[in-house]
């Protein structure tokens, strides 16, 4: 066919199509195949006859195939039509020519490209490639989809897109641009994928650029115009080229930016072989900014009133600006000075594009969406056009927002700026938006006067109604946005700020942040962030506002945290802290971070304000809002520990990231963490008490912590500032990916050298500041040991040269608080601090400029109290003593120099903390001489005397007088210093005395009082100077006289407060009053007069070689008197007249003077007379003790008593006068100084006018006191060889004598030895003047013998007696004496007394021999009384032994004295020899056998027992036994001891054979006469307790006459048995009795008698058998002590088998296991005597006992009392024998072998064999082993005769001992065979290795 043919049959086909098209009925009527369409068509299209109607053909084919949904045609162009195809299209684009065919053509290939590249084209290729591929078309197949050359296609559009001739052209090379873009960026992806699966599949990657490789032709499109075209088209006339430029533009950047990351995708899987890591859309952003995208075509758009349009808008506006939003780089902080046009990423060019939106008309426009027509809006939007307009908004703003932070000075409300003039200017923001058009500053002015907080606020209250829940709904979306808008405007407006707090936006914010739906993740940001951060942003924003604005008060701060508060923010901020982030997330923990900085923010604010709570009620409030939160969570946490662990964790992060550790976390995460370390720190901070707010540079020279807050605040601040102190100083970081921990280094000084960025060094620095103000030294210590200190001295150097006073003294005070922890040693920071010590000390240097104005030299004397204060506190370090005293102790010395001048008020702080630095480097000897040298004295002089003017120190003001005497105190202690110092011309010693005066007070403060350590201090300062000045001189008595002692006497005089304060001192011991002598009663006393004033403080601790500071001060008053007294000047005069009060003109002060002088003499006399070596008035080493005695003490005396006689000489009779002397003891100190001869006069003279005056009544005044008491005692022993007084030491005596004797006739000496408690002093002495006389007696040459009443030795001993005597409630007297007033006596007057009651008893004898009546009763003797009251103590009684004296003794006794037969008891223990010797025991029976001359039963019973006890322990030896036995009395005391058994026992009456006379009565009528009769006898406490070990009882009624021999009965009756009485009371003599018949009975006289005494044996034998009697184990021993000696013949009472019988019924009663063991063993001297039935009873009765005593020992888990184990032993071994001895009779032997026994003696061979440790005795262990040798005889004879059974034989030998162990558990013993072989093995015993061989072999199988 002809070209013409081919080209009508094209315009026909064309022609249909386009009926078919505007019919809509294409599709059906359409049945021509693809592959034979296509190639029909297509191949015309090379012609050019043809071509223009082929491409119309074309054309409206694919318009009919898009409308009818068939892409075949479409596809059938690529694969039929290929490569030839595509570019004969592109050639009819490419023709030349710009008439209408052209462009038409032009317009038909534009628009068959739009539609083959239309996306659902594209995506639908490769299904129908794939079928056509693998059909019956294959070969017909010429391409693909690669047959588009898209760089030619896109540059052939954008020809045509720029020009205007056809509209048509022009919309539809801009729609296909788009097309373009999206196939560019499938390519794109697709090749990047390839690439993936060829590095996947391990072929090689082909290289960048290669051929065959796709590149993206985007990033052309801003070198090639493309963008510029497109931007130009979005101002278009035609709506849809505006609609397809603008998206073809967002298509652009979305294609770019999926490229982008498709390749950094394929850079990441491949490690870095292909793709890579770029942002080129920044690029396209940038162009469109340019090319005018954001301008005001952009707003046309969005103020269309097409929804669609509008839409359209903002779907292109958010293109560029959303990734500010999704891409959680663009949230991140700025850096300063940040300028977006710099920065050249893609987040750079969003910005930009922000900027200008911002800047320009969008934003009216977008703020034109959100409006309603109740604010002002023309059209209500949708909501989803809402949302996607504030979303927009939300993320221009934002991103000014954060250019306004970063850019320095925006969040100013006024600006400082410099014009070209060079002249500083202040701008407002409008201003400065002026005068910088297009700057950030310029946009935030057009968003604030646009009205956006508005529009944002009526948004957060139109959605407020709307629960949010967890969807993500339009409503919360444009809530969050809003939120976002204003946290970015309050971040960079101060306009913004003000009008939110009019608002009252804040409660809003938290009210809208409560929506649990706001906690979760946002869905459009991209950091994870909570949909509330906007919020939480604003809220925190706005509260730090308020805390920053200079005209809010405390109360409006107050009223506004408690608004926050209880709008629930801490529940809020908890909730934010508590949730739980992926912190190693890139992404996702930066809005988590994010977060948790805003709400940290918040909580700075909030504990900031809280801190500020004068009151504490809204700091109250806040803590209990913190516990109830708290306590709300399980387990309870608080939001402290929550921020404290977020800069813990943060803080390490941040680290790691500093550190490289986190090498993979991009930019924004690394500013994330940064903004929370900060804000953390910052929270921390206001939680540890800060005050500062964050950024304020207003300086606060006063860094303290506050006094007088709750102490529970301090507490919870204190715990903060410790867990905050161990974050800081040791931070733990944990590391996942190694799954361990690893300490790191501190962070802090990391932080304070900006390692964390520039705001977290001010945050650090306020935390630290915080942590030293609130914290403790433990703390300051770690804080200190972390490195701070070099960072802080550098900025203290930088501080001071830049002129930063708030950052100079803000690291002073870190200095300050940490610099005394620093120890020395490397990296301690030592010389860091040294080096902020001579900083400080440079300061100090300043000179002091009188003409400065006053604000600038309040300033420069702030700063140096600041540096003054620094060194206080490091003088606290020893380490830093050094370099102050070198450094800084000239520069304080040259401060105090200049600073004393301008008097006490000014500077007295500063000074005081100079003053401290000063005291505590001086504790080094070669400081304190260097402050002397360098004339620190005279200032501190000054200082003392400023501080204590007045009446005394003021509470308030005596730190710096007491400073300062505290400096001269360690100079002076400083030989070396002191000289150097030159106390007296530089004025110290004047003002020590002003101070001591001025310090005197008699209400000291408790505990402590500073006047006390002036006291001290001054105290020793004066003995210190006074020594040199004594070292100095060659004698003492130069030093008396010396010209320092003269200035210091003329110092004292002109202080008179300071002599009087010394005087007032010595007085104190007088407890300034004393008792009236003459006032009946005993409380009237006198009042010594307060002329003196106060004394001064004790203070109990060394001070000048004193004990105390009162002793330093009488030493001192002594030095001073001794001065007065040496030396003949006005000075001394004057010193003593005001010793001695001589002042005052009216009368009543003259008497009071007088009588004051008069008791300071009497006083200071007395406090003399001590003891030399414990003078009051000597130090405890004083060198010159010798001195003292022979010069000072005499003179001071003589100057003293001369002032006392004055006195007395005007009025003795004063009664004052009189009780004072009384008191204070006068008499004795003149009668002590007698042996003075240089005071003897003046002695006697005293004396004399005392008693002179009225000598009836003043001899009372030697009985007074004590001391003189004592001191006549002395006197009255004085040494006759020694002269006193002249007079010789016997004619002291006498007179003493004759003052004791008048005092004894009137009474006064007892009760005065009573009252004082002296009389252990007063015996002794009385003894010695009783030896005295002795002496004298020996001496007395005459004939004449004086008796013993009228010697002197008989009245001391009178004497004596009635000091010892006391008297009874009942009004009996007796003597009573301590042991050592006994032993005393004894040693000293025994032998005298022993001899003064023999010789009474002689001349009695005497007189009796001439039948005269003595007229005293020798009983009533004073030395009888004496001898029996030092009888009763037991270290006496053997002096008395000792010296013969129990002679006199039993003298007594044989008198009827029982204390006397109890002493003789008692001495005879040990030696009863010595009573037998001189025939005591003839005297003590004799009380037995005179019974009948007692008063009472009870008291002969008394007797008895004392005497019997006494027999029976002479008894004890042959000598004594034999002495008493063959004593004549012993028969008359055995039937008393008989008598008093047998009254115990009712025996029968006995039948009558010869009736006696009538005269005489029957037995048994007595008997019966006794039975009706009651005696009972009542405890009597005076009785003398029985021997020791007895127990006490009392007596029982008194026992009828012995009934005489027993009676016989008739045959056919049977007597009735005797039986036992009752008796109520002890047995005290009964038992005393049995010992003592037990102790005669060895002699064969007195056993006869014994068992010839029927009835006294059958009460014997009921005593023991019956369980009533109270003597049950007493008689028992008797018994058995009787039974050897026993038989069995016919009538004898005691026979054996009675005793049999009775020890049969005596062991079923309870015995001890002493009286058992005796019993066996007592049964074992007749046991083989017995009958066989008597045998069998008695083995019946032991065998179990023999068990129970083994199972005690053993078996039982209880082991019991020692005393129920007492004696076990050998009651085991007495046991045993008798049992082994009953084995060899037959009738016994079944008992013997019985079971139980048996296994008993088994169980104690295996405990006995398995024992390995015994705590018993080595006695017992051996009775035990003998016991057990006899078990194994028993065992042996039993097992080996064959007569037992078997079974039982075997049975016994597998007995099995469980073994009680006391504390442990129960022990299982070694069975019976493996005892026998440790027996065996053992070898200890024969006998027992024998007889167990022997069992073994017997029983072995």
Request: a negative charge; hydrophobic letters at 40%; charged letters at 20%.
């Amino acid at each position: 066919a002809t070209a013409s043919n081919v080209a009508a049959a094209l315009s026909g086909l064309t022609s249909d199509l386009d009926g078919l098209l505007q019919s809509g009925e294409g599709e059906s009527k359409l049945t021509i195949p693809t592959h034979v369409l296509i190639p029909s068509v297509c191949k015309h299209l090379a012609l050019r006859q043809t071509s223009d109607r082929a491409v119309r053909c074309i054309a409206s084919l694919l318009a009919l195939g898009s409308i009818v949904g068939k892409h075949e045609y479409a596809h059938g162009i690529y694969l039929f039509g290929g490569s030839e195809a595509m570019d004969n299209i592109l050639q009819l684009l490419e023709r030349n020519g710009s008439d209408r065919k052209t462009l038409f053509i032009q317009e038909q290939a534009a628009r068959a490209i739009f539609y083959l590249t239309d996306s659902s084209v594209t995506s639908t290729f490769a299904s129908a490639e794939s079928s056509a591929m693998t059909g019956e078309f294959q070969k017909m197949v010429k391409g693909s989809l690669e047959s588009l050359d898209m760089q030619r296609t896109l540059r052939n559009m954008l020809d045509h897109a720029g020009g205007s001739k056809n509209p048509n052209l022009q919309r539809w090379a801009a729609s296909t641009i788009r097309n373009l873009v999206g196939e560019d960026q499938r390519r794109s992806v697709m090749a990047n994928n390839d690439i993936a699966a060829m590095v996947a599949s391990g072929e090689e990657i082909p290289p960048p650029g290669a051929s065959g490789a796709y590149q993206s032709f985007l990033p052309q499109l801003v070198s090639t115009g493309g963008i510029m075209i497109l931007c130009s088209l979005i101002g278009s006339d035609d709506a849809d080229t505006r609609a397809h430029a603008m998206g073809a533009l967002g298509a652009t950047i979305n294609a770019t930016r999926a490229i982008d990351g498709s390749l950094g995708a394929l850079h990441e899987m491949t490690g870095g072989q292909a793709g890579a890591i770029q942002e080129t859309d920044g690029d396209i952003v940038r162009a469109i900014v340019n090319g005018g995208g954001c301008g005001g075509s952009l707003s046309q758009l969005l103020l269309s009133a097409d929804n669609q349009v509008a839409r359209m808008g903002c779907d292109f506006a958010a293109s560029l600006v959303m990734p500010l939003l999704k891409d959680p780089r663009g949230t991140a902080t700025l850096p300063p000075s940040y300028d977006c046009s710099n920065d050249h990423s893609a987040l750079g060019a969003c910005r930009e594009a922000a900027l200008a939106m911002a800047s320009g008309s969008c934003l009216p426009a977008l703020l034109g969406l959100l409006r309603d027509p109740e604010l002002g809006g023309r059209i209500d939007r949708p909501m989803e056009l809402k949302q996607r307009g504030i979303e927009t908004l939300a993320a221009i703003v934002m991103s000014v927002g954060e250019m306004g932070k970063a850019h320095p000075g925006t969040t100013l409300e006024a600006i400082q700026v410099i014009t070209e003039e060079g002249v500083t200017q202040e701008l407002s923001l409008g201003e400065m938006g002026k005068a910088h058009p297009g700057t950030t500053l310029e946009a935030i002015q057009v968003i604030t006067e646009e009205g956006v907080i508005p529009i944002m606020l009526a948004v957060l209250e139109s959605s407020t109604s709307q629960s949010l829940s967890n969807r993500d709904t339009p409503s919360s979306r444009i809530r969050e946005s809003a939120g976002i808008v204003l946290s970015a405007m309050t971040q960079c407006s101060g306009d913004a700020l003000t009008e939110l707090q009019s608002c009252h936006a804040i409660s809003q914010m938290l009210a809208s942040m409560t929506d649990p739906g706001m906690s979760i993740t946002s869905t459009l940001r991209g950091d994870g962030a909570p949909r509330c951060l906007g919020m939480l942003h604003t809220a925190a924003s706005l509260l730090n506002d308020s805390w920053r604005q200079e005209d809010m008060t405390s109360s409006d701060l107050m009223d506004r945290l408690i608004e926050v508060v209880d709008a629930g923010a801490v529940s809020v901020l908890s909730r934010i802290l508590f949730t739980k982030m992926d912190w190693d997330s890139q992404d996702k923990a930066v809005g988590a971070m994010k977060a948790r900085d805003a709400a940290c923010r918040m909580l700075c604010a909030i504990f900031g304000i809280a801190s500020m709570d004068s009151e504490g009620f809204a700091q109250g409030r806040l803590y209990e809002t913190v516990d109830a939160d708290a306590y709300a969570r399980n387990p309870p946490r608080n939001v402290m520990t929550a921020t404290l662990g977020i800069l813990q964790r943060s803080a390490g992060i941040a680290r790691n990231v500093m550190l490289g550790a986190k090498h993979d976390c991009g930019p924004h995460y690394h500013a994330a963490v940064m903004d929370l370390v900060e804000s953390a720190l910052l929270a921390v901070a206001s939680m540890c008490g800060s005050k500062l707010l964050p950024g304020s540079q207003r300086a606060d020279l006063s860094i303290k912590s506050d006094e007088g807050e709750r102490e529970d605040f301090k507490i919870r601040r204190q715990e903060v500032c410790g867990v905050a102190c161990d974050v800081l100083v040791h931070v733990k970081e944990s590391r996942s990916s190694s799954r361990y921990q690893q300490q790191q280094q501190a962070l802090l000084p990391t932080m304070l050298v900006g390692g964390f960025g520039e705001g977290s060094l001010t945050a650090a620095f306020r935390l630290a500041l915080a942590i030293a103000q609130n914290g403790n030294m433990e703390q300051h210590a770690k804080l200190a040991m972390s490195g701070i200190l070099a960072p802080i001295s550098d900025s203290l150097r930088s501080a001071l040269s830049q002129g930063d006073l708030f950052k100079f003294s803000a690291a002073l005070a870190l200095v300050r608080f940490c610099g005394p922890h620093v120890a020395a040693g490397e990296g301690s920071g030592l010389q860091s601090v040294r080096d902020a010590i001579r900083v400080a000390t440079g300061v100090l240097k300043a000179p002091f400029d009188p003409h400065l104005p006053l604000e600038q030299y309040q300033k420069q004397e702030a700063i140096k109290a600041e540096c003054v204060s620094a060194l206080e506190a490091l003088s606290s370090n020893s380490s830093l003593w050094s370099s102050i005293s070198k450094d800084a102790l000239p520069a304080i010395g040259s401060y105090l120099h200049s600073s004393a001048e301008l008097g006490v008020e000014h500077g007295r702080e500063t000074r005081c903390a100079a003053l401290r630095a000063i005291v505590r480097i001086m504790r080094l000897q070669s400081h304190a001489v260097s402050a002397a040298r360098a004339r620190l004295c005279e200032p501190l002089a000054k200082l003392v005397a400023q501080g204590t003017q007045g009446d005394g120190l003021s509470d308030e003001k005596d730190e710096m007088p007491l400073l300062a005497l505290e400096i001269i105190h360690v100079i002076a202690t400083n030989p070396e210093a002191r000289r150097a110092a030159r106390f007296l011309e530089s004025g110290v010693i004047t003002a020590v005395c002003h101070a001591l005066g001025n310090a005197a007070t008699d209400t000291p403060k408790k505990p402590t009082d500073s006047r006390a350590d002036v006291t001290f201090w001054g105290l020793n300062i004066l003995h210190l100077f006074l020594a040199d000045s004594h070292a100095g001189a060659p004698s003492f008595q130069v030093a008396l006289q010396s010209p320092t002692a003269s200035s210091f006497v003329a110092i004292a005089a002109s202080q008179p407060n300071f002599v009087k304060s010394l005087c007032s001192t010595m007085l104190l011991k007088t407890g300034m009053k004393f008792n009236n002598m003459e006032a009946e009663g005993q409380d009237e006393f006198y009042d010594v007069p307060k002329s003196y004033g106060p004394p001064l403080v004790r203070v109990e601790e060394e001070c000048a070689g004193y004990e105390n500071t009162h002793l330093a001060a009488l030493g001192m008053l002594f030095t001073l008197a001794v001065y007065g007294c040496a030396m003949d000047s006005s000075a001394c005069s004057a010193v003593w007249r005001i010793m001695l009060c001589k002042t005052g003109t009216k009368t009543s002060e003259l008497d009071d003077n007088r009588r004051l002088g008069a008791t300071f003499c009497a006083q200071f006399l007395r406090m003399l007379l001590e003891d030399s070596k414990e003078s009051s008035f000597l130090r405890k080493k004083e060198p010159r003790r010798k001195d003292f005695e022979t010069i000072s003490r005499p003179i001071v005396r003589h100057r003293l008593l001369e002032s006392l006689k004055a006195t007395l000489s005007q009025d003795a009779s004063d009664p004052f006068i009189v009780s004072m002397l009384v008191a204070f003891e006068v008499p004795r100190v003149c009668l002590t100084i007698w042996q003075d001869p240089a005071l003897t006069d003046l002695a006697f003279g005293v004396i004399k006018m005392m008693v002179s005056s009225n000598e009836d009544d003043f001899v009372h005044i030697f009985v007074e006191s004590k001391s003189t008491l004592l001191s006549l005692f002395d006197m009255l022993n004085a040494d006759s060889s020694v002269e006193e007084s002249g007079q010789k030491a016997d004619e002291i005596r006498s007179a003493v004598a004759s003052i004791l004797g008048s005092l004894a006739e009137n009474g006064l000496l007892a009760e005065a030895v009573e009252k004082f408690g002296v009389r252990s002093g007063a015996v002794a002495a009385l003894a010695a003047a009783c030896l005295a006389d002795e002496v004298e007696e020996m001496h007395d040459d005459s004939e004449d013998v004086t008796a013993t009443d009228a010697t002197m030795s008989s009245r001391c001993m009178q004497c004596l007696v009635e000091l010892c005597t006391v008297e009874d409630k009942a009004g009996t007297k007796s003597i009573k004496l301590a042991a050592d007033e006994a032993t005393a006596i004894a040693q000293r007057l025994g032998q005298k007394i022993c001899q003064m009651v023999i010789s009474r008893f002689l001349e009695r004898a005497k007189l009796q021999q001439f039948d005269v009546e003595d007229e005293h009763d020798v009983m009533d003797a004073p030395d009888v009384k004496m001898l029996c009251g030092i009888a009763q103590h037991g270290n006496a009684l053997r002096v008395l032994a000792s010296i013969g004296g129990l002679h006199a003794l039993s003298l007594i006794a044989a008198e009827g004295n029982l204390s006397a037969v109890v002493a003789l008891k008692d001495a005879c223990k040990d030696d009863p020899s010595i009573l037998v010797d001189v025939d005591g025991h003839v005297s003590v029976m004799k009380l037995i056998v005179d019974g009948e001359h007692y008063e009472s039963e009870d008291a002969r019973r008394k007797t008895d027992t004392a005497a019997f006890d006494l027999l029976a322990n002479l008894c004890v030896t042959a000598k004594g036994r034999k002495a008493v036995a063959t004593a004549e009395q012993c028969d008359v005391c055995m039937d008393r001891a008989f008598e008093l058994i047998s009254s115990l026992v009712d025996h029968p009456p006995e039948a009558e054979e010869d009736p006696e006379p009538e005269s005489e009565p029957e037995p048994q009528d007595l008997l019966a006469e006794l039975e009706e009769e009651e005696y009972v006898a009542e405890d009597d406490e005076d009785m003398v307790p029985p021997e020791a070990g007895t127990a006490p009882l009392a007596p029982p009624f008194a026992p009828p006459p012995y009934p005489g021999p027993p009676p016989s009965y008739p045959a056919g009756v049977s007597p009735k048995k005797p039986t036992l009485k009752s008796v109520k009371g002890s047995l005290v003599a009964e038992e005393s009795a049995l010992l003592f018949l037990s102790s005669v009975a060895r002699v064969e006289k007195c056993r006869s008698q014994i068992l010839a005494n029927e009835t006294f044996a059958e009460s014997s034998l009921v005593l023991a058998t019956n369980p009533g009697s109270k003597l049950h184990a007493q008689t028992t021993s008797f018994l058995i002590y009787l039974a050897p000696y026993t038989s069995n013949a016919k009538g004898d009472v005691l026979s054996s088998d009675r005793l049999a019988e009775t020890f049969v019924a005596s062991l079923k009663l309870p015995l001890p296991n002493k009286v058992v063991a005796s019993m066996a063993d007592g049964i074992g001297t007749f046991f083989d005597g017995l009958s066989a039935n008597d045998q069998v009873d008695l083995v019946k009765s032991l065998a179990p006992l023999w068990i129970g005593i083994v199972r005690k020992f053993t078996v039982a888990r209880n082991t019991g009392k020692e005393a129920d184990r007492a004696d076990g032993a050998i009651m085991a071994y007495n046991l045993s024998t008798l049992l082994l001895r009953s084995c060899s009779k037959a009738h016994l032997r079944e008992i013997v072998g019985a079971k139980d026994v048996l296994t008993a003696m088994i169980h104690s061979v295996q405990w006995r064999a398995d024992t390995l440790k015994s705590s018993m005795s080595a006695e017992d262990q051996l009775a035990w082993d003998a016991a057990v040798d006899n078990s194994l005889n028993v065992l042996a004879m039993s097992l080996c005769n064959g007569a037992m059974d078997p079974k039982t034989s075997t049975a016994l030998m597998k007995t099995t001992l469980v073994m009680a162990r006391p504390g442990k558990a129960p022990r299982k013993a070694s069975d019976f065979p493996t005892a026998l072989k440790r027996f065996v093995d053992g070898k200890k015993s024969p006998t027992a290795v024998m007889t167990a061989k022997r069992i073994l072999q017997y029983t072995s199988p």
